[in-house]
């Protein structure tokens, strides 16, 4: 039992020194605030993607931001929205209407006014069948920086592991 407490001292000790060393609890916060918009930031993006809003994703980008990909890649959030409208307008409208980006495993790391971030993604549409289906599946891996206060793209390179 001895052992115990002291094998489980130890580990909370640890965990305890981890938590308050170093950092200021204002820059805890900051950095947690920091790491949810960049999580919203991820999130906003497959939300203007379903909607085709080409507009509001061009503008998640910093301006000299720049996305590479399956559609191609371009910088700038003008060359950037120009890039998906072309993309979408080759497509069948049935294979993206009421399609939805599933974005998940978010992996965000801060540095001050920078930040990395990798996560995945599912873009499911509606089958022949009328059910749901992944159309395409891969992970994102993003440079994000802070732009007159707001977390933008500085870099995104998306891949794809599944294609239908």
């Known amino acids: ?3 115990s407490i002291l094998v489980l001292s130890f580990a909370l000790g640890g965990i ?3 938590a308050s060393s170093g950092a200021s609890v204002e820059d805890r916060l900051r950095k947690l605030e920091d790491t949810e ?9 497959g939300r203007a993607l379903d ?3 080409f507009v509001a994703y061009g503008k998640l980008f910093a301006k000299e931001g720049s996305w590479r990909g399956g559609m191609g890649s371009a910088t700038s959030p003008a060359n950037i929205q120009k890039m998906v409208e ?3 307008s080759k497509m069948s409208p049935e294979l993206y209407e009421n399609s939805n980006h599933a974005m998940t495993s978010l992996d965000v790391e801060v540095s001050g006014d920078t930040a990395k971030a990798w996560s995945r993604w599912l873009w499911i549409v509606k089958g022949a ?3 749901p289906r992944v159309e395409r599946a891969g992970h ?3 440079a994000l920086i802070r732009e007159n206060g707001q977390w933008k793209f500085k870099s995104r390179q998306a891949s794809t592991e ?3």
């Open 37 to 45: 918009a960049i999580r919203s930031l991820l999130i906003d993006y």
């Open 16 to 18: 305890v020194h981890t």
């Open 162 to 164: 599944i294609n239908k």
């Open 51 to 53: 909607q085709r809003d």
């Open 140 to 142: 994102y891996e993003d």
């Open 129 to 131: 069948d009328g059910k």
């Open 86 to 88: 072309a993309g979408f």
């Open 1 to 3: 039992m001895a052992a």
